[in-house]
C-alpha cells in the first residue's frame, strides 16, 4: 500500500516568486524508513510543512493514505505525526499534561498508559511532571517525537530530530526510530548527518534546488553512483609518496608514515592490488572499503551544479 503520493508538486512563494518545489513526485510504501537529503533550503522543510497542512502548495496533488489532502485534510492529519524542526512550546504545562491535550485534540481518551509507555521509550518518564519549559534542548526534541506519537500515526515524519541532541542521546533515538520501523511504522526522516541516513534508512531520496534528484532504495543508489572504492595499504615500514608516483592514477596518498590509500574504480580493483604486490609485498593490512552515502550524495549536488 502506498502511504505517501505526490504527483506534479509546485510550491512558488507569491512574496518573491521563488520556485521551492518544481514537480516533486514521490511514492512512500507502507514501512519504508526514508531518508529526504538536501542542503539548506533545498526544499525539505517546505514540503514538510505542505504535507502536514501548514502551508499551501500551489499546484500538484498529495495522498496520504489514500485520502487527498486538499478534500480530506482532516483524515490526513490524523494519519500523520510531524516532528518539525522547531516549535511552539506549552511552556505553563507539564510533560504529561500536554500528551493528553495532544490526545483529547485526536479524541483519544485514557491514553495515560500509552503516554508512559512513550514516555519511557524516550527516557522522559522521570521528567512527566516537569514543564516544558524546564527541559533542556534534546530533552525537547524528545518530547516533540512523544507528541507526534501520541495519537499512533501511520507516517512519522521528523524533520531533523536530532539537531542540538549529544551523541550518545542520538544513538538512543536511533535505537528507539528503528523499533518503530520494525513495528511496521511509515518513517521519513530529514537530516543533516548523511551517516544517520545511511544508518537508518532503506531508501534514499535527494533532493536539490526543489527538485527530486535520486530517489532509489539506499542499496542501489549506492551500487549506482559508489562507482570507486577507498584502499588502504599498511607496511612494515616507512612509505615514501615518490616510491608510488607510478600509481598516482589511483588517487595514491600517504596518509600516515607507513600506510598508502587509493581510490579506485570497482572494475579496475584487481589491476591496482597486482601493481601494488609487484612493487612492495611488505604489507601487514590492506582494507577495502565502498564509498560512503555521504560521497554518493556530493556527487549527486555536484553534477547537479555543472
Same mark, same amino acid.
Given at each position: ?10 510550491? !512558488? ?12 513526485? !514521490? ?13 539548506? &533550503? ?19 496533488? /498529495? ?17 500523520? &505525526?510531524?516532528? =518539525? ?17 495532544? $490526545? ?10 500509552? !503516554? ?25 526534541? *524528545? ?9 499512533? =500515526? ?6 531533523? =530530530?536530532?539537531?542540538?541532541?549529544? /551523541? ?30 545511511? *544508518? ?6 535527494? !533532493?536539490? $534546488? ?6 532509489? =532504495? ?11 572504492? *577507498?584502499? $588502504? ?8 609518496? +615518490? ?46 572499503? *565502498? ?7 556530493? +556527487? ?7
Amino acid at each position: 500500500m502506498r502511504m505517501l503520493i505526490t504527483e506534479g508538486l509546485n510550491m !512558488i512563494y507569491k512574496k518573491d516568486g521563488k520556485i521551492a518545489l518544481k514537480d516533486v513526485n !514521490i511514492n512512500i510504501e507502507k514501512g519504508e524508513f526514508a531518508a529526504l537529503l538536501g542542503q539548506n &533550503g533545498a526544499g525539505k522543510t517546505t514540503l514538510i510543512n505542505i504535507l502536514s497542512g501548514n502551508v499551501k502548495k500551489t499546484s500538484g496533488k /498529495i495522498y496520504i493514505g489514500g485520502y487527498d489532502l486538499d478534500k480530506n485534510e482532516l483524515e490526513t492529519k490524523k494519519l500523520l &505525526g510531524v516532528v =518539525p524542526q522547531e516549535s511552539g512550546f506549552d511552556n505553563f504545562f507539564s510533560v504529561e499534561e500536554v500528551l493528553k491535550k495532544q $490526545s483529547g485534540y485526536f479524541g483519544i481518551k485514557r491514553n495515560k498508559e500509552y !503516554i508512559h509507555h512513550l514516555l519511557n521509550q524516550l527516557n522522559l518518564f522521570e521528567k512527566r511532571n516537569n514543564y516544558i519549559r524546564e527541559l533542556s534542548g534534546g530533552m525537547k526534541r *524528545r518530547f516533540q517525537m512523544a507528541k507526534a506519537l501520541v495519537h499512533k =500515526p501511520e507516517i512519522f515524519i521528523l524533520d531533523e =530530530p536530532t539537531a542540538g541532541v549529544d /551523541i550518545e542521546m542520538r544513538h538512543n533515538m536511533y535505537d528507539f526510530l528503528l523499533e518503530l520501523h520494525k513495528s511496521g511504522l511509515t518513517i521519513i526522516l530529514t537530516t543533516h548527518y548523511i551517516e544517520e541516513a545511511e *544508518r537508518l534508512c532503506d531508501r534514499i531520496m535527494v !533532493i536539490n $534546488s526543489g527538485e527530486i534528484v535520486a530517489d532509489e =532504495p539506499k542499496e542501489i543508489l549506492m551500487d549506482r553512483f559508489g562507482r570507486e572504492v *577507498r584502499v $588502504s595499504i599498511c607496511f612494515d615500514g616507512p612509505v615514501d609518496a +615518490q616510491e608510488w608516483e607510478s600509481l598516482k592514477k589511483f588517487h595514491a596518498e600517504v596518509t600516515h608514515h607507513n600506510q598508502i590509500d587509493f581510490k579506485v574504480d570497482k572494475a579496475k580493483l584487481p589491476v591496482l592490488l597486482n601493481a601494488i604486490a609487484l612493487k612492495r609485498g611488505d604489507f601487514v593490512d590492506i582494507s577495502i572499503e *565502498r564509498e560512503k552515502l555521504e560521497d554518493v550524495y556530493l +556527487q549527486l549536488i555536484k553534477s547537479r551544479k555543472e
